[in-house]
Structure formats: C-alpha cells, structure tokens
C-alpha cells in the first residue's frame, strides 16, 4: 500500500509526470489528497443538504402542530405523513437523522474530512498523505456509510427513531418503537463503517503531521489549523473504538440475545429474556466519545478560523503557543469530561460531583481562545472577506453558546434544565452554528485553492448575514423555554397547557430557521456556479504566509513542481516591522539581522 | 400544486440571483480585473459597519428575549425548599454569564468595526504578552472555583439523603410506555419487593405479593404529596428509559430498567398554594387567553373548544422513550399533610385488588365471566393498545 504511495512521491521528486489519469482515476478512485478532500465536501454538502432540510419539516410540525403540509406528502409520503400530517414517529426519526448526518456526516467527515486532506500536506509542505491509498479507502468508506445511512431512510419501518444519542433498550428493541427494526440495525452498521473511515483517516493525518513535514517546519512552526486537524485526530483515535465497541455491544444485544445493555423488561405484555444488563454501561460507552466527538468537531472549525483571523487581521495570531497549549487541555480534558452528560442518569452522584469539576475547568482554555481571536482582531486592519466573517461569526456563537455550558456542566443547575431546549440551544450554539461557521469560513478561504477560482464575495455577504442573523433568531429564544422546562423531543407540547405561552415563540424560531434554511441556497448556488464561472485566482488572493500558497494553482500529483519550499519561519509574520509587505510567507529566508519577535 | 410554486419560487429566485452576479460583474468590469472578489476598503466599510449593526441586533434580541420572555423561566416560585438554592446558584450563573457576554460580545463587533481595513493603515505586530494569558486564564479559574464550590455542596445536599436520620416517606414512581404510576409504601414505609417478572393481570407492577413489606403497598395514577416532609421516589422502569421530571420542584431522574434509582426532595408549597401566587394567577390567565382565541378558532372550524386551564404540578417524561414520549405525564398534587393522610385512606392496597380481581374471576356471576376474562387480557396488553392507539 504504502509502496505504491511512495513510488508515486519519488516519481514527481525526479519530476516525471508522464503516467496518465483516466477519469476514474483522476476524479472517482483518486489518492491524491486535494481530489479526495473536494470528494469529501462534495458528498458534505449533499448530506448537509438531508440534514438542514429534516431540520426544516420537524420545524414546521413544531410551529404549526398536527398541521396538514404539501411539503410533508412530498418528501414523508403517506407512510410517514398521511394526509399531510406528519406521525409522531416520523418526527423522531427526522430528530434521530438529523442530529447523526449532521454531527458525524457533515461536522465529523466533511469537516475534517475536508480541511484535513486539503491542508496537511499542503501547509507541511508534503508531496501528499502519508499513504494515499489508505487516504482514498477511508473517502470511500465514508462514502460507502453516507449511502447506508441513506438507504436506511427508505426502509418500510422507517429509520432509526431513538435520538441520535440511540441509548438502549429503546434503540435495542423494535416491540418498542419501530425505527428499532431494520432502520437501526442499518444505522449501526453505517456507524460502524463510519468509524472504520474515520480511524484510517485520522490515523494518516497523525502519521504525516509527524513525519512528512519539510525541512524547518518543527512543531512550533506548524499552521494552528494543523495543529487543530493533529489534536482532533489523536482524540478521534482515543475515542472513536469505543463508540465502535459500543455499538457492536448493541448489535450482539439486538441480534444475538446478549444482554449488556438490557436487563428486566417487559413490554408489549411479555417480559423479555434479558437480565443482568444496564444502559447505563451505554452512556458511558456512548459519551466517552459523545463528548469528545464536540472537539473532534469544533477544534478543526477553530483551527481554520485561527488562521483565516490572523490572515484576515493582518496580524500574527495572538498568543500562538497559548492557543497550542489550549488546544492540548483542551484535548486531554475532553476524555475526562463525559459523565456531564448523565448527571441524572443514575449513576453515584460522587461521580456527578467529578465530573462538575472537570467540565467547568475546561471553560478555562476555551476562555484563552475566545480572548486571544479577540485581542487578535484589536488593532488590526481587518480585511472583511466573507471568511473573515464567518471567523468572527464562529467566536460570537462560541461564546455565546460556551457560556451556558457553564450552567448545565454544574450537576446542581444540570437537573432542572437537562434534556430540556436550553441544552438544545446550548449545543447548537457552541458546535453545530460555530462548527458550520468554520467550515464556511474555510470553504470561502480555500475555494482559490481547491477550484482555481474565486467565490462570489457578494453572495457571501448575503449568505453570512441572513445566517447570522437567523442562527441567533433560531437559537437565542430557546434558551428561555428550555429554562421554563419545556423537554427537547417532544412531538407537539399541545397536551399540557403549561406550554402553551411557548407556541408563540416555536411559530418565530421556525420562521428564522426556514429563512435561514432558504439562505444556503445562495451558498450553494455560489459553490456550483463558481466552480465553472467564478474568477479566475490568483495565487495567493489573500496575501496569507502559509505554504500552501506557494503551490501553483493548477493541481498537480505531489503538490510542487521541482522542490518543495523549505521553510524559515513561523506561519504569521504579518505586518512585521522592517518589511515592506505587509505578510512574509513561510518559504521566505530571515533578512540578515532579521529579529524573531514573537516567543 | 404549492410544491410546483415552491419549485418555481426556488427556480426564479436562482435566475434573480444569477441575472444578480452579472450586473455584479459588469459593473466590476473595466475596474481592477483580477481579485475582484477579495474585499476593498468599500466592503471593509460596509462589513465593518454591518458588524457594529450586529452587536445592536445581539443586545436587541436578548432584551427582548429577556422581557418578553423572562417570565416563562421558573425562577421563581420553586416548590420545593432544595428548589430555593438551585434557583439562587441558577440567577447568580445567569448574571454572570450575561455579564461576560455583553463585555465580550462588545469588544468581539467593536474591534471588527473600529479595525476595519483600511488602505494604508499598519497592523500593530503584537504577537503575545504572558501577562494578559495569565490574566484572562486565572479570572474565569478563580470564577469557576467559587461556582463550583458553591454547586457541589448543592449537589451534596440534595443527591445525598441519610435516610435513617431523616425518616423519608418512600415513593415508588414506575414508568413505563407511556405512563406513570406511583406506589406509596403504606404504614410500614418499606416498599415491598417488586419485579417485571410478577406482572400479572392487575398486579401491572410485578409485586411480589407474598412479601410482607408488600402487603400494605398502595398503586395509584395520581401523585400525592404532603407539604414540609421529606420524600424519597425510589424509580423504576420496566420497559426503556425513563426520565421523572418535575420541573416546578426542580426535580429529575432517569428511570432505569433492571436498576432503582432515586431522587428526594421536600415538597414547600401546596398546589391550592400556589394557584393562588401572584406570579401564577397572571401565568394562568394569560394561558387562559391563548386557549380562548384557539378555541374560537376551534370552534370556528366545528371543533370542540379546549377547556380553561387550571394550575396542577407535572410530572413529564424527559427522556426520549418511545412514539408517544410527548405524551406521558402524571398529575402532581401537593397537599396539607392531614388531607395527604386522608386522600391516602380512601386507597386501597394492590393486595386486596389483586384479590377482589382474583374472586371476581372466580365466582363470575351470570354473564360477567365474559368480561371478567377480557378485562384481565386488556391488563395485560394494556403497553400495546397504548402503544399502538397512539402511534399514528
């Protein structure tokens, strides 16, 4: 495997380019990293695309309750929306879908997916991965999940209805909702190879961010992206087995009559033959990676937009070995954190007490970062690319949804509004709108450099205003019927007239998330018409010191033609004194007598 | 037909939004061709002032939010006496984190406005400063320090009960799809052993009945709880997860099949109480009033009207369990301890409703042995119906 690779890498040192691509392997079954991550946006995209759209229909049931809609007949069918009304069940399914293509399909693969092929070698100066055949199985795994999870959408039974977290014994069993069928058993599979895809990649990333870095890129001299991507994949690979055992666990429970995860039940009026099981042990399982999957999703997002600020500001990132140093407690607090998520779960309140205390001392670093991107952008000169906004987007909605993670990681305060809508608008916050906002941000930075063309900075503008206003419009009122105890999931609140103040506010947070919805249909008219019709690109429109800018903008196998730069400098020498450009790239030799000024 | 209009909306709204970029280009054209899509001073200025618009929109959302919807909190009126403490650490959190995002929020939009790129201003090179890291590591480690200290002995206060000291009245609360029942211990405040396995006919909660703790246990679908004595809920489940919220008493627990789990507190105000506080007589007519337009609606439409609502304590189901989790709800009552006694003597024990069950189905009388024999199958596949009746 790694020979092919290696073959492949010392053909372009001595500067062959004679072998031809056939068009399956230039664009299909291609193990060159720039094609692999344009394939892993693409197919992004498209799941992002399922996901938002789920995410409007249960919106529309939530305003208007038991309505009868056009939209429902059309895309649910008269299985799961007679009439035009949609089913309890249907709901739980959409909840279920969304929240798993959006936090492993979009967030986890196509985020990471994405900006990690694209920039690790990119920015180490590296002909490609490490092995990029393993590169391209790991795509194509990931494919392969991405059409089963699909698929499962279609069978008779309807998809998996559990919630995305699919704790037993409701996941285990089909007497106890009928997405339990077929529909689950789809969905752990399509997880399990998920996770296959997600260790092959993550295991590639460390492998060349370690070894493949050219000459004077150390460490300390490596991009914050690439730091980010680094540390995101050494937890992926702390945490990823688990979720995978657990859901082997919960297969061998379904199908082969264990019991780790059941014990005494009875439903549909017989007792089941299980005993000795706990769901318990499932939350456990789940959320030791449960709550690292958030970093797995957000660091990449901070990542990029650690870089797009310093590019944007014109100035180096503030406290570059402070952010190193958040990142990497962030990164180990993250695997001691999880119990934050079952203060109430029944297990010893002792551990809730833990757990209280590790949670809240990871607000700590995440409060570095936040500070730093802001003494970043003081006295800077802020070029106000739509990059940059979605930079300064992802620090607001971090904030502001960080800042509640302090009343739901404290176990006394986590009682009263657990599992309610202010949790609901917390995680949103915090990593679904800060996530989508990197990944933005990133596509806008380096559309240059995947497509050779610009985006339409015009509708840029338009896409990150209305989402931006509309995230807030969405999110910031939920907070508040969460505090009132309205519980997340639920169907329609009409059976308790406690709820019935909050019809109001369902009616407004629809109506921004339907807006805000439509809005991407800018972005992704601008994503397509660019890729054929947009400007053509200069090679470095952004004046930014990393190395992927020196790379020539048409795409060639190994990156560089003739030697890769070697670099003589750390990645944020912008407007530093004694130049007469505002920005020195990396690959630039220190003047005579020129000062390291940053420590 | 509206599906074809939608389409047609989305097709002309892409044709807009082309025709758009074009007049866009043309009007670029003739200026700078190339990195005409990297922003100029214009766009500086336009972003820049749209970010300081921003902040407006941030601090306008969350007044409003806080005004209009400030009153939906229950962050006052806790019914139970753990209640007060939680509210007091959730008001001290929540100013807090008010504070640091109007301050952040601030500096973050203002800083995007005041820096906005201008041709021929110079970044200032400030790379890092030791002393600014350490102090904007240490304020929010010193913040948390106290907020934790604070929440954990909370914590501790209401996760830990001595129950051999403080003498607790003890609760079963049962779910199951999607329904709740309660079992009081009787006069011997031992609840009597009880499995999944010893489900039979109107025994739904598998009680060992031959267990002497047993023998005095009471089942009933409706809470009742007496003001100023500690309770304990010992949780149970016999089908998924469960999750006992009570949010008026600050009050949750996930119920666990295969494993008892449990949650105390001390009821501090009556339900006839607490309809009568200011706050809740306001809360209640205004729900009155949102109910009486939509029943004008209703009725409108030849529906029946939905009746007023009055104020009772709940019990939710919080945690996702099935096709009619948004329906599973128990009605809470807080009584005087001496109608909580009296309620409690109208009950009687599930031994002698086994038995009565039992004798009925014995010595049927003429004609009823029918239906004696439905009944007890309809017990049996009670989760069923319900199941099915409610999954649409």
New interface residues.
Partial sequence: MSHASDIHINDHHEGHHHHKDTFITKYIFSIDHKMIAKQYLLTGIFMGIIGVGMSLLFRLQLAWPEQSF??FS?FLGEKMA?GG?M???AY?SLITIHGTIMVFFVLTAALSGTFSNLLIPLQLGARDMASGFMNMISYWMFFLSSVIMVISLFVESGPAS??WTI????SA?PQ???GSGLGMTLWLVSMAVFIASSLMGSLNYIVTVLNLRTKGMSMTRMPLTIWAFFITAVIGVISFPVLLSAALLLIMDRSFGTSFF????????E?LNY??????LFEHLFWFLGHPEVYIILLPALGITSEVIATN??????????MIMSILAIAFLSTIVWGHHMF???MN?FL??VF??TT??I???S??K??????T?????????PA??FS?GL??TF??GG??G??LG????D??V???YFVVAHFHLVMGVSALYGMFAGIYHWYPKMFGR??????G?IHF?VT??CA??VF??M???G???L?R?????T????F????D?NVIITAFAIIGGLVQ??FI?NFF?SIFY??KT?QN??KSNTLEWTAPIEHIHGNWPGEIPEVHRWP?D????GHED?FVPQNVPMKPGEEV??? | MTIILVLLVLVLLSVALWQLTKIFDLTQAGVAVKNSQVADDNDNKVNGYLLFGFLGFIYCIMITCVVKYGKFPLLSNPASVHGKEVDRLMWISLILIFTVQIITQALLHYFGYKYRGKKGQVATYFSDNNKLEFIWSSIPAIVLAVLIFFGLFAWNDIMFVNEKVEKPIVIEIYAQQFKWTARYSGADNVLGKANVRLIEGVNTLGLDLTDKNAQDDIVTDELHLPKGRRVVFKIRSQDVLHSMYMPHFRAQMNCVPGMVTQFSFIPSVTTAEMRETPEMIEKVEHINKIREERSKALVAEGKTALDPYTFDYLLLCNKICGASHYNMQMKVVVDTPEEYQKWLATKTTLVKAVKEAKADQDNPKEGEAVTATTDSLSTKKDTTIVAQASSK
Wanted: aromatic share 14%.
């Fill in positions: 056009k939209v059309f007679p009304v089913t309890n069940e739980l559990a919630g704790y037993p014994p409701l069993l106890a909702i009928a059941l014990s005494d039940i009875y439903l549909a009026g007792v005993q000795g099981g706990s769901p318990v500001s014109r100035k180096p990132i503030f406290g570059y070995r402070a109430v779960s029944g309140p809730g007490s209280t205390f809240l001392l607000a700590i670093p409060a570095v936040a500070f730093n991107y802001i003494t952008l003081w006295k800077g000169n802020l070029q106000l690319n940059m906004l300064i620090v607001s904030i502001t800042l509640t302090i009343i404290d176990s006394t305060l009682i009263n657990h599992d309610t610009m985006l339409n900075k015009t509708l503008y205003w931006a206003v807030y419009g910031f009122p907070h508040f019927i505090l009132a105890g519980p999931r639920y169907y329609e609140n059976n308790f007239p406690l019935d103040e909050f019809q506010v249909i800018v008219y018409h947009g400007e200069v429109p952004w944020y912008y407007s530093k004194p505002d000024l940053h420590h």
